[in-house]
Every structure is written in structure tokens, then in C-alpha cells.
């Protein structure tokens, strides 16, 4: 029960994220070029992989 509902919320801000991510995307290839906005989006997954690990930093890793 609890592994649908986390699979349903996920699914749900993919969707919502891309409502407004596509246009974005599109609206700064078309005004500034593709190179600009996959570098933008490059950024973007970089500062979120950061933020990741900087907010997992005290985790032990898991043990195989």
C-alpha cells in the first residue's frame, strides 16, 4: 500500500515538473539556442546532485 502510494506521488510531480520544464526548455532553445539550454539544464542536474549529496553527507554508506 505504502510502495503505490510513494509510486503515485512520484509519478505525479514527474508530471507536474514537466508542465512547466518543457515549455521553459523550449522557450530558451528558441530564444538562446540549444547549446544554452541543455548547458542550463546541465547546471540545474548538477546544483540538484549537489544538494543531494550535501544533505546525505552523514549518512553512512550501506554495507553489500
Avoid: H
Amino acid at each position: 500500500a505504502q510502495r503505490a502510494t510513494i509510486l503515485s506521488v512520484e509519478g505525479f510531480l514527474y508530471s507536474v515538473t514537466m508542465i512547466w520544464a518543457f515549455p521553459a526548455f523550449g522557450a530558451l532553445a528558441e530564444r538562446r539556442g540549444w547549446l544554452t539550454a541543455y548547458g542550463f539544464a546541465g547546471i540545474i542536474v548538477l546544483a540538484l546532485f549537489a544538494a543531494w549529496r550535501w544533505l546525505n553527507r552523514a549518512r553512512p554508506a550501506p554495507e553489500t
